[in-house]
């Protein structure tokens, strides 16, 4: 992975756990999306203005380690590729307090796409900016 676009610490909540005791493998993706969120919200406040939305495309994710309760984990977010209208998201959930507990990783395709038609088009030019510097 490259260029590190985002981090975002997030406590887990009781109910983010499942019969085991431990975070549902379901909410490592909530957690990937509440960081994307923040981040593209950092950088463009208001999507409806760029006439498009960011859609999900594709997740890969490989678990390491379950999170157990309490815990604070970290979602580390970086660039892997920039497209015309798509991007790459390596992505790392970690534990917040000891970086060397990798909880998992994987990469998130996002495409920039017009919600009426349903169509791909250029990513904003605010987020192309922001993935070629580095700023998020």
Excluded: K
Excluded at 15 to 32: E, P
Excluded at 44 to 63: E, K, R
Excluded at 85 to 93: D, Y
């Amino acid at each position: 992975m490259s260029t590190i676009l985002s981090q975002l610490d997030i406590d887990v909540r009781w109910r983010d756990l499942d019969a085991n005791q431990h975070v549902n493998n379901a909410m490592y993706l909530s957690y990937l999306e509440e960081a994307r969120v923040v981040w593209l919200n950092q950088i463009i406040p208001d999507w409806q203005a760029t006439g498009g939305v960011p859609v999900l495309a594709a997740v890969q994710l490989d678990f390491r380690r379950p999170i157990g309760y309490p815990a604070r984990v970290r979602v580390r977010q970086q660039l892997n590729r920039l497209g015309r209208s798509s991007l790459t998201l390596g992505s790392l959930l970690l534990d917040a307090m000891d970086e060397s507990r990798v909880y998992a990783e994987g990469e998130v395709v996002l495409v920039w796409a017009n919600p009426l038609l349903g169509t791909a088009m250029p990513l904003p030019d605010a987020l192309r900016v922001a993935c070629e510097s580095g700023a998020g």
